[in-house]
């Protein structure tokens, strides 16, 4: 079984810099997975920040990066303000429309 | 603009079914699947499955396999996603989104399932 893994938490003061990453239990994430990443308030739908590795979706502010850093995706934020105040969930694409959940990370920004 | 639209909440016993409708607009239909993935209270996102709404292929998660189907009505824009034999951990948000494959968006507004008795 696949199991993708995020960071529980991390905590960022604002204006200030975070880089989550989503990883494999076994083997490395690249390109191929086509890593995505999904942000959530409780309470609301996911919504999608970045597709395809580094791609980001439309209205998505350019504080919000992707990237392969190593053997995981990684999501970064810069210049952290408090409404980035969430959950970020990646997704790792295995083919045949098959989808792997990471297991979340809640980012608090004080 | 693309939007997708849930069926409402639903409160079920043990053992019963549900099934949550999907109702897609602001787009050519065929062109892209729909996946779901549901969250249960305090929990992550598990996606379910996902269905090609251009030939009606599926593909569910290995845990759902059984007691899940997807189908769609290309007549009315509609994907529709059925759970059998509830059980109290099936008690969750269901979500519906676009499949890009390899990405989803946009997303439903989400359909409360809670299975008590």
């Known amino acids: 079984q696949t199991v993708v893994t995020q960071e529980p938490s991390f905590s960022v003061s604002p204006g200030g810099t975070v880089t989550l990453t989503c990883g494999l239990t076994?083997?490395?994430?690249?390109?191929?997975?086509?890593p995505s990443w999904y942000q959530q308030t409780p309470g609301q739908a996911p919504r999608t920040l970045i597709y395809s590795t580094n791609t980001r979706s439309s209205g998505v502010p350019d504080r919000f990066s992707g990237s392969i850093l190593g053997n995981k995706a990684a999501l970064t934020i810069t210049g952290a303000q408090a409404d980035d105040e969430s959950d970020y969930y990646c997704?790792?694409?295995?083919?045949?429309?098959?989808?792997?959940f990471g297991t979340g990370t809640k980012v608090t920004v004080l | 603009q693309v939007q997708l639209v849930q069926s409402g909440a639903e409160v079920k016993k043990p053992g019963a079914s549900v099934k949550v409708s999907c109702k897609a607009s602001g787009y050519t239909f065929s062109s892209y699947g729909i996946s779901w993935v549901r969250q249960a209270p305090g929990q992550g996102l598990e996606w379910m499955g996902w269905i090609s709404v251009y030939n009606g292929n599926t593909n569910y998660a290995q845990k759902l396999q059984g007691r899940v189907t997807m189908t769609t009505d290309t007549s009315t824009s509609t994907v529709y996603m059925e759970l059998r034999s509830l059980r109290s951990d099936d008690t969750a948000v269901y979500y519906c989104?676009?499949?890009?494959?390899?990405?989803?968006?946009?997303w439903g507004q989400g359909t409360l399932v809670t299975v008590s008795s």
């Open positions: 076994s083997g490395s994430v690249s390109t191929s997975y086509y």
């Open positions: 989104a676009r499949d890009h494959l390899g990405w989803f968006d946009p």
């Open positions: 997704v790792l694409y295995m083919g045949s429309g098959i989808y792997v």
